[in-house]
């Protein structure tokens, strides 16, 4: 009989968004005068149009890809050179990364897990605490971790616990580690990490030979112009991190599907013979054996992104969910809760009452307002006692979420 990865076996029953949906089905089927009045502010995902500029550039594609003359099949599996370099040109212009740095893919999901192909066994890796879970699951999968203990933490990782005294952005770990993720701005907490606290992580790599996966995803939505969009403003990280940026919630991508990873050819890993060899190389090798390149259409519409039009509507997609954001925050403060994020990410992070779990918090807001919030335990132990609102919603849908609010807290 053929034997399986019995790392999967020690994952958690995909329990947060499935638990998420059980309890509104349920609600809805008690109360079926009330269904209609959900509103869901739970789940991560944009919810405004493809911008023109977008839409446009696929649909030539698409004509394109009807004529003999310009069908295209395979594409270079790295991605097209006319979106690398778009990328290199618009979003990391006089910071020395290049376009064959840049390996396109179908998502940043798939890239923040395909990456432990190319780690080796053994590495200590810290995680922050409240997290993306699909940095934790990889690892299990991968066979990096031990056994989930009672509140859902694995033995062998590392937890960086962020919390409100450190502003929800990790302190440096106390022992050295091979690998950590950070992501700003954050999900689930909408955190940013000041250049100063980057500076640190920076340094804390280049001291301790660590690899710093850097999520990037949430970048189009800083605000504030003294917050670094990328790991890569500061110096020598090109030698200690990669980062992983995707178009799903700047340019309404969720659905069409296109990312990247800026892998800098200077950093790297140590083979077993104790020979350093670059990530880059790797990663290349990894890419071009098992993935055979994003869509052309995709990819084009990706490119599109960076023409004038396309930066104008990117702009007011993020305007939008900002502004929606921004009367969030309002909302809860006024309702005397903690609030952190919202500021530089669409992501609103907000303390219970007092004495309240994140699930009693969910049950009070379906129950009672009719909105689905995530609740933050669902991200991990350190998340417990805090909720997640999020800003993808239309503005009517926000300022109905905010009129409930006061109603349910007063
Ligand atoms: C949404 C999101 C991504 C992007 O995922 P895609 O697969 O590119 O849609 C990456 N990281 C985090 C933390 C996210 O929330």
Redesign the pocket.
């Known amino acids: 009989m053929a034997s399986i990865n019995s790392n999967f076996l020690k994952l958690k029953a995909g329990y947060l968004f499935p638990e998420i949906a059980r309890r509104v089905k349920a609600f809805s089927d008690a109360n079926p005068d009330k269904a209609a009045r959900i509103i869901r502010c739970g789940i991560?995902d944009v919810t405004e149009p493809l911008p023109a500029a977008v839409r446009n550039a696929m649909h030539e594609a698409i004509d394109e890809m009807g004529v003999r003359e310009s069908f295209k099949g395979y594409g270079p599996e790295q991605g097209y050179e006319f979106l690398r370099q778009a990328i290199v040109d618009h979003e990391f212009a006089g910071l020395g990364i290049s376009a064959d740095e840049v390996f396109i893919s179908d998502?940043?999901?798939?890239d923040?897990g395909n990456i432990l192909d190319i780690f080796g066994k053994g590495n200590v890796i810290a995680i922050t605490d409240p997290v993306?879970p699909v940095y934790v699951d990889t690892n299990v999968m991968a066979g990096n971790t031990g056994d989930a203990d009672e509140k859902g933490a694995y033995a062998g990782l590392v937890y960086l616990p962020c919390n409100a005294e450190n502003g929800f952005v990790a302190d440096l770990p106390q022992e050295r580690v091979d690998l950590v993720y950070l992501?700003f701005p954050n999900?689930p907490t909408g955190a940013v990490a000041t250049r100063a606290q980057l500076e640190a992580w920076v340094n804390y790599a280049k001291e301790n030979d660590t690899v710093i996966f850097f999520?990037a995803?949430y970048q189009a939505f800083v605000q504030d112009p003294t917050v670094p969009k990328s790991i890569f403003e500061i110096e020598g990280a090109k030698d200690v991190a990669i980062e992983?940026r995707?178009f799903?919630?700047n340019g309404g991508f969720?659905g069409v599907r296109c990312?990247y990873v800026v892998i800098p050819k200077t950093v790297s890993g140590k083979a077993e013979d104790g020979t350093r060899v670059p990530l880059h190389q790797l990663w290349s090798r990894r890419h071009s054996t098992k993935f055979n390149g994003a869509s052309y259409p995709v990819q084009k519409g990706a490119a599109a992104i960076f023409s004038e039009q396309g930066q104008a509507e990117v702009k007011a997609l993020v305007e939008h969910y900002m502004g929606n954001a921004k009367l969030l925050v309002a909302a809860a403060k006024s309702a005397g809760l903690a609030v952190f994020g919202g500021e530089n990410a669409p992501y609103v992070w907000v303390g219970c009452p007092a004495g309240m779990t994140s699930w009693d918090m969910f049950d009070k807001m379906l129950g009672e307002a009719q909105v689905v919030i995530t609740p933050g335990s669902g991200f991990g132990a350190a998340g417990e006692g805090w909720f997640r609102i999020s800003a993808f919603n239309s503005r009517a849908n926000v300022e109905e979420v905010c009129r409930r609010l006061h109603v349910v807290l007063g």
């Open positions: 991560g998502g940043s999901k798939c923040t993306y992501c999900n999520d995803a992983f995707s799903s919630k969720t990312a």
